[in-house]
Structures are given as C-alpha cells and as structure tokens.
C-alpha cells in the first residue's frame, strides 16, 4: 500500500544500541531469588516482549533464577529503576546507555549481533510512497513522528540530519510534531496519515515491513 524511507541518515550508524546493563548498586545476580530485566519501549509491548522471553527463558536456566521482562512506558524512565534498583538489568538504547553509564556507572556486558553479522544500526526518515516529499525543505510545514526525546534514531538522528540540511529550528519548520513512544508507531502513524513524515531505528523499520508487507 505504502513505503518508503526517501531520506536516510545512514551516515550515523553505530556500535548497537542494545545493551544488558546491570545496575552499580544491585545485589549479585545469583543471590536473588528473581532478576528483573528492563525493556524500553522499541515497539509494541507484545510483540517485544514475545521478542525476548526466549532469551530471558535462557538466563532462567543458565542461572537457576527467575527472570522477568519488564516493558516501560517511556524511554527516559530506565534510569530511575536503575537508580531505584527497581529492575537488575536493562536492554538500552545508545543514548539512555550513555547516561547509564555517566550518571549510574552501569557496566555493559553484551551487545547484539544482527543475522547478517552487522552489530551497528542507522536511523530512517521515510513518507508514504504517495508524498510529493522528496528533499529536506519539501518537508517544510508538514507533520513530523519522533519517537522519544531519548532515542538517537527516533530523535537525535534526524535532527541532526535536519540541521545539516539547513533546518536549524524544527519547533518553527514543522506546522506540527510529535512523539509516538516507539518506533513502530511512528510507521503506523505515517501510513494512517496522521503524520506526513516519521523516523525510526531501521531495524525495527525493516521489522515492521517483514511482517506487514501490505505496507510496502
């Protein structure tokens, strides 16, 4: 129906986004009776919690423990249950990682390697495949999907990519913007027509369209 990225900031890819992290002040691992793991809001909370429970069933029974996922509502709220020691360990973004680490001093012990051997990412701006949008000023007085504050594809990314193409001010150049909560529902909200212009996380962008080819 529709597609596609017709602007992409591929030239930020980076090491991957996704790290296990354990809090500086949590107990041992094996000395609790259960591990909580945080998961933040990347896509719709079923189809990501489905996404990792095979890998939290595995670190049950490598460690004999209980482990349970955990789905935040927002990107920013990891850093308080780490704080809080509210959950042991998290998967997190680049850009929540690196507070972790400078506020928490979180430790990161693992990052993901995709199918295709590649451990790094880069961020999509797309429009329906119907958009007379074709440049960065076409998108002048548009509609604008973000994802969160806290994310570096589904914000940081295409701002500065934004900026490198002569838009300084996107409060100004957009009639209107907002933030979505996931990456996937900045997709839904460009094919429902309730944004002309969204962003998101390519993995997740090539994910969505995997299982929802109707919306190539």
């Known amino acids: ?35 909580t ?36 509502s927002r990107y920013g709220n990891i850093i308080q249950r780490l704080r809080e020691n509210r959950v042991n360990a998290a998967f997190l973004g680049s850009f ?43 998108m002048r007085g548009k509609t604008m999907a973000f994802v969160e504050r806290a994310t570096t594809a589904g914000y940081v990314f295409p701002l500065a990519w934004l900026n490198e193409n002569g838009i300084g001010n996107h409060r100004k150049f957009f009639r209107e913007y907002f933030f979505a909560g996931s990456h996937d529902a900045t997709i839904d909200a460009v094919l429902k027509r309730q944004a002309d212009i969204g962003c998101a996380k390519n993995t997740i962008f090539d994910y969505y369209m995997t299982r929802n080819p109707g919306a190539r």
């Open 96 to 138: 929540t990682g690196a507070l972790a680490i400078s506020q928490l001093g979180i430790e990161p012990l693992a990052r993901p390697v995709n199918l295709d051997g590649t451990s790094t990412y880069f961020g999509h701006i797309f429009v329906r495949k119907d958009s007379d949008i074709k440049t960065a000023q076409d």
């Open 37 to 72: 793991i945080g998961l933040l809001p990347e896509m719709n909370v079923f189809a990501q919690i489905k996404r990792y429970q095979p890998l939290a069933d595995f670190l049950g029974r490598e460690l004999g423990v209980k482990v349970e996922l955990t789905m935040l």
């Open 1 to 35: 129906m529709y597609r596609v990225t017709r602007c992409r900031a591929e030239r930020w890819a980076i090491a991957a986004l996704v790290l296990i992290v354990c809090a500086c002040r949590a107990l041992p691992l094996l000395a609790e009776e259960q591990i």
